[in-house]
Structure formats: structure tokens, C-alpha cells
């Protein structure tokens, strides 16, 4: 059995329809430190974190990893914010079902669609932020001084375990040149890899490019049509209209295999139909497409 390999997932949860699950600033704060715990925790999962937002109902964070670790990771940090909201909140933890998945990323220009959707949340909430002025996320990271966000912070090293532990309420080992802020917060540039964000887009401008695209209805149609299944002939016009935008022609069986499976990229991005449905509407071998979908 072939070992799984790693992808760009972009995991979330779903919003809550009644619940808070980050009510003020002391629990936004711990929302933030549990990023960092459960990357100390599950360190031979191997799963690196490289952007992320909270918002008051829902969480968004773009990961690397196996599937089956990021989504690991994601029930670690839900059970972690039961465990605290259960004696933060006089043991009232929120009461609705969670709802979490890891969405595979598939190319370049879609990890920057999806790392700039995810900086977007509260702009597009009507919240009066600004991606990078929005504390909650690693968006402040990306293309910043980092010198100035760590002003009045110590690191973790110069704590005690029992101060640690106190402070963090977890006996995980967090690295002791890791930053803690004068509000006690973990400096997020700990345990995400902004700078990997800042080489995949080069350039600010190219990051402002995409921070200012509209592609939440896409994105949000991908995330959420869950498992339900479209016709054959609605995935049949839509393979023939982006056949037609890509390569000219509205005759699929035409193409070359190359051109068959990068179709198949924009079809299963738009649309989120099995493997199965579209192997058999693109005429691409199944086990081409699992190699490439995972």
C-alpha cells in the first residue's frame, strides 16, 4: 500500500448558524494559541500551516500535508476548543454539530485563490478591516515587518513549565524560541510559514492581484455542494464551455490527454463532481485522475 501524499488542503469549518465560537478578545487570543499547540502536538504528522483566519463562527486554515493529518489536526483543534470552552464558558461549550473538511488544492494559481479568499473573510462580512489589518489571521504576517508586530514579546524559554502550562493550559512542549506577546498571545509567525506565502506570490502587488478578485461564489460553491451529485448533462455543457475557453473547441474527445485532465482541473474545481462522474464525461482513465486528485 502507497504511502499518502501530501497536498495543499484548505480546511474550515462550516459556520455556525447559532453558536459564537470566539465571543472577545480572550477567546479569539486562545482560538490562536491552540494554532500553535496542536502544530506542537501533532509534529510527526508532519503538517505545516501556512495561512489562516478566525472568524466569530468559523474557522479557515490552509495546511500541507497527507489528507488524513490535516484532518487530524482539525479534529485536535476542535476538541481542544471544547475542552476550554467547557471551563472558560461555565461549562457551556457551543452546542452545535461541527463541521469540518480538508479540500484538496490542485495547482498554483488555486492555492493563491484560496490563501486570498481565506484573508478576505472579514472584509467580505462587512467587518471595517482590511485583510492585513485584521488581527485573527496570518494576513498581517504576509509581507510585513516582522520586527515591529514582536515589540514587548519573551519567548517561551524564559518561562517555567508551570508558567507555561498555566498560561497555555496545555502540557504540550512548545519550542522555547517561540514568541510570546505582552497579551499572552503566541506571535503567529511562530507556527505559520508566511514566508512561504510571500514566495509563492513574488511580489505585493501580485498578492494585492489576488486579494482583490471576486471568486467567494466559486470557492464557496467547491466547499459546500458537498457529495450531491449534478446530471451528466450539466457537467457534459460545462466540460464543452470550458473545453472551448481553454483550447478552442467544444469537442472534448478532440483533445489529447494533457489537455483532457487539465480540463478535468477546471470541470472538478467549478463543479465538485466525483472522480468517477468525470472520468467517465472527459473520457480520462480513473486511475489518472486519483493519481492526480488524490
Not at 499518502?4 to 484548505?10: A, F, N, Q, R
Not at 477567546?27 to 489562516?52: P, T, Y
Not at 476550554?84 to 498554483?108: F, L, S
Not at 478578485?213 to 458537498?226: K, T
Amino acid at each position: 500500500m502507497r504511502n499518502p501524499v501530501p497536498h495543499y488542503y484548505h480546511c474550515a469549518t462550516k459556520g455556525f448558524d447559532h453558536s459564537i465560537l470566539f465571543a472577545d478578545t480572550r477567546e479569539f487570543i486562545a482560538g490562536m494559541n491552540r494554532i500553535g499547540i496542536c502544530q506542537a502536538r501533532l509534529q510527526e504528522e508532519k503538517v505545516i500551516v501556512i495561512a489562516f483566519c478566525l472568524m466569530d463562527n468559523h474557522v479557515h486554515i490552509i495546511m500541507y500535508g497527507t489528507r488524513e493529518a490535516c484532518l487530524k489536526w482539525m479534529a485536535l483543534y476542535h476538541r481542544l476548543t471544547m475542552i476550554w470552552q467547557g471551563k472558560h464558558r461555565d461549562g457551556a461549550p457551543v452546542n452545535e454539530e461541527w463541521e469540518y473538511d480538508a479540500w484538496q488544492i490542485y495547482d498554483t494559481e488555486d492555492l493563491k485563490e484560496k490563501i486570498a479568499y481565506v484573508f478576505r473573510n472579514p472584509t467580505v462580512a462587512r467587518m471595517s478591516y482590511v485583510p492585513n489589518g485584521y488581527r485573527w489571521s496570518s494576513a498581517p504576517l504576509v509581507f510585513a515587518d516582522s520586527s515591529a508586530q514582536t515589540i514587548g514579546g519573551k519567548k517561551v524559554g524564559l518561562l517555567s513549565i508551570y508558567e507555561s502550562r498555566k498560561l497555555f493550559e496545555t502540557r504540550a512542549i512548545l519550542p522555547e524560541d517561540w514568541i510570546v506577546l505582552p497579551d499572552n498571545m503566541i506571535w503567529p509567525g511562530c507556527y505559520t510559514d508566511s514566508k512561504r506565502v510571500e514566495k509563492l506570490f513574488g511580489h505585493p502587488r501580485a498578492f494585492l492581484f489576488f486579494l482583490n478578485q471576486n471568486v467567494e461564489a466559486d470557492i464557496n460553491q467547491e466547499m459546500y455542494q458537498g457529495s450531491l451529485s449534478l446530471p451528466d448533462a450539466d457537467v457534459i455543457q460545462m466540460a464543452k464551455e470550458q473545453s472551448v475557453k481553454l483550447f478552442g473547441t467544444d469537442v472534448v474527445s478532440s483533445l489529447d490527454l494533457t489537455s483532457r485532465i487539465q480540463l478535468c482541473k477546471v470541470v472538478k474545481k467549478k463543479s465538485g463532481t466525483s472522480l468517477k462522474q468525470l472520468a467517465r464525461i472527459v473520457q480520462v482513465p480513473l486511475a489518472e485522475l486519483k493519481k492526480i486528485f488524490g
